[in-house]
């Protein structure tokens, strides 16, 4: 600076490259430009200096800003940025307020200040959960434009700690919404967690999963739109975590059946409400307002439960409460009418609770002899207010399909057979059971069958793994008639939708219950098709069902696995292995075809008590026919067949597993092929296989590493 000449310019060279020029260039600059560059009234250098005198090098940030890709974007930032500042500037004098605070220095001030104070409102509300303080606490920062803020924080602390905090913090967010924060930064808030969902993972390892349920709950409490996620796939970069967050959120949640319910108890429910309090408190409020008969506090009782996705339940108590006293009906219908016209019962929830009244109407009926008659005169005249849709509701008759036991008998029945069954899951005496089953039922009614069936299987399904195993081991002791059986399941599936309430799950277990009393051959496979004919909606649980059993059964070994589905082992409880069984197979046919006795050889099928493995017992014997031509296997096969020992179905499965295994047979045996066609025929002339299981002509296959070739 001394150097420089008070009068002369100095020449500054401007490289093509640092400037971006297409050739070098020149400016000069006096002493008096760089005397008033060096005091900042041409650029603040203030960090300059500092840098000049620490010798650290400078951290450069980089600013965030909207982007546009395509030709359309402008306009949607234009509109967005309004729709801000319109959010925040409730007057046009506001506006002047508003561009104050979003300066840069300002705005970076404001921001800080409101991070500290959000953090401590976050932590106090965890420390004493009151709501009504931390809304108050929050109105008082008054920053409303960076609540969005708050609601990220609010989450992200959340997703760190227990699932009361996570409750909490959603029952929060539900109770803020629209009257402290805006829908707008409730959705900006949601938004920058998905987009710092990579961050997030860092410190929380299954933060994916905490924050798909955290959205899943904020869409069902109805404070962030369905649209969200669809919007934020379009936005997020397809490698990102949040895009893995709206896959979890979507599939993982909100598209299973029942999903408002196992996404409100996911960390324990609404401020740890269980469903039987839930319904306590309904049957409460009902009694009140019977007595009362005051609307308004019965619709403000209702709103206050908070469980607008159990409201059907409310619409079923309400019915049967109208059914069973007739003289308070007309104030039933009122309230519910009122609730329905109000928005309060949603007409989805409406005909839910209808269509499960449909559902238990004839067990209604054991209690209400004209229930059919009292519900459709109900019906009629709710649809004629225009509340509720007729066409909606499932159908069903006035009159009974069949006809109903004797008064009284079947409620009796009913009370009786849950008292033998829970005598039954302590004592595990079979030979009790079936004592008292026909002193009950001392006429062999098919329907006290199948109502038992039915309550063992409900009764069960509501315990653990042993008692439900033990159901299944008493359906194969009690050697009741298949078909009355096949009815207890129907009747069972039927009311799939009302026992779902109580037990989530009752899809898996019911498949688990049918396959089991296929396997241990309390029903036969036609009977599976027959209760499929009963349910042909794709849409139904009962179609469902049929299609799960179905391919439960079809998969490999799948005897085996269904026996021990409970963790048993299985009608017998020998507890052998498959590969226990199959050495017992080849030793007893060992010693059958070194002149053993059919008959003897016949017991020892029998008693090892694996009839859905008897295929391997066909495999076997006829592997040894085609290897040595021994036809006293064949002989053994016969009497198996016509005794009953071995049915159709295991002969097929047999047959199809060494036809399987011909290629390996053959190099032993080179006309191995030859043999088993001539087997093949000569099965089907003794009608052990139909037309359909074998063509004439045998499958070529190809099985590389088959074990049951062995």
Known sequence: MRDMPDDTPLEVKLGATEFNYHEELSTWVSKDDVKEFLCGDMLNVSCLKKVGRTGRVPQWKA?????????????YYVLRFMFDIASCCKEVGDIDKENEVLTPRTRSIAMEEYRKKAIVIIE?????????????????????????????????IAMDRHDKEKEMAAVLLSSLYADVISS?????????????????????????????????????????????LKKQKTILPKESKGVEVIKRTEKGYLYVPYHAEIIENKWGGSKNNSVEG???????????????????????????????????????????????????????????KMAAEEGLINSSQITKGFNRMIDTIDDLSLDIPDARQILQSIISKCASEGWLSASSLKSFSVEPKIKSLEEGVARSFKMKAQAIIHEYFSSRDTIEVYNCLESENCTSSSQLNAIFVKRLVNLAMDRKNKEKEMASVLLSSLCLPADDVANGFIMLIESADDIALDNPVIVEDLVKFLARAIVDEVIAPSHLE?????????????????????????????????????????????????DDVKDKIGKLLEEYECGGDIREACRCIKELGVPFFHHEVVKKALVIVVEKRNERLWKLLQECFTSGLITMNQMAKGFARVEECLDDLALDVPDAKQQFTSSVQKAKSSGWLDALSFPNKPKDHVVKNNDFCS
């Not at 808030?189 to 999963?209: H, M, R, W, Y």
């Not at 619709?299 to 908070?306: E, G, P, Q, T, Y």
């Not at 139904?540 to 439960?552: A, E, R």
């Open 63 to 75: 600013m965030k800003c909207a982007q546009q890709p395509g030709r359309t974007e402008c306009g």
């Open 124 to 156: 106090e509300y965890f420390t004493n959960d009151d709501v009504i303080s931390t809304a108050n606490e929050l109105r008082e920062l008054g920053m409303p434009n960076y609540d969005y803020y708050f609601v990220k924080k609010l989450v992200s």
């Open 530 to 578: 027959d209760i499929g004919n009963q349910f042909t909606r794709c849409d139904s649980k009962g179609h469902k069902i049929i299609q799960m059993t179905n391919s439960l059964l079809k998969a490999r070994l799948s005897g085996e696995r269904i026996l021990r589905c409970w963790g048993g082992e299985g009608s017998r409880g020998n507890g052998w292995t498959v």
């Open 278 to 336: 839930v319904k306590t408190k309904i049957n409460n409020l009902l009694t009140e307002f019977v007595v009362s008969g005051d609307k308004k506090e019965a619709c403000m009782c209702i709103k206050d439960l908070n469980v607008p996705y159990f409201h059907h339940e409310i619409m079923k108590r309400a019915l049967i409460i109208a059914m069973e006293r007739r003289k308070v009906e007309d104030r039933i219908l009122q309230l519910l």
């Open 184 to 228: 707008a930064q409730v959705y900006k808030g949601f938004s920058k967690l998905v987009e710092c969902a990579d961050d997030l993972v860092v410190d929380i390892p299954n933060a994916v999963d905490i924050l798909a349920i955290f959205i899943a709950r904020a869409i069902v409490d109805d404070i962030l739109p369905p649209i969200f």
